[in-house]
């Protein structure tokens, strides 16, 4: 994988590990406003009301979105070290974005947040972009 795709797959990583933060944020009244804006942002009603199993709640979502990008990051590291042989791993990380956008964006809509579905298409979007520019899934890479 040439030294761009590289860049760009670190940047999309960097980006996901800073909104797992800023989930993982919103579980304390002091660190929640950028949770707060994000959710003003997507919502189409009223403001947010974080209750305490809420806020719990987020606390975990955030934990459980960061672990997740801390192994997307190490299984990137590992699947562009293994070249042509990572191939699988690619796949599993592609198959993984594609189930989470689905079942995301369809709840997102499902509950009255519809414009979620921005970020996370631009989040699918930019892997894909990286694994289509890359090549690591094609035939002949």
Same mark, same amino acid.
């Given at each position: ?24 944020? #919103? ?10 804006? #994000? ?72 509950? #009255? ?19 289509? #520019? ?8």
């Amino acid at each position: 994988m040439s030294p761009f795709w590289q860049a760009w797959f670190q940047f999309w990583l960097v980006s996901m590990v800073l909104f797992a933060l800023v989930v993982a944020g #919103g579980a304390l009244p002091a660190t929640d406003a950028p949770l707060r804006m #994000g959710l003003a942002l997507t919502s189409m009603g009223p403001p947010a009301d974080l209750t305490p199993a809420g806020r719990f709640m987020i606390g975990i979502l955030g934990g459980v979105f960061l672990g997740w990008m801390v192994m997307f990051g190490l299984v990137m590291r590992q699947a562009i070290a293994m070249g042509r042989a990572g191939q699988p791993l690619w796949r599993a990380a592609t198959i993984g974005m594609l189930a989470w956008y689905a079942l995301d964006s369809a709840l997102s809509v499902a509950t #009255g947040f519809g414009l979620n579905l921005v970020p996370n298409t631009l989040t699918l979007g930019m892997f894909l972009v990286g694994i289509a #520019g890359s090549k690591v899934l094609a035939r002949d890479a």
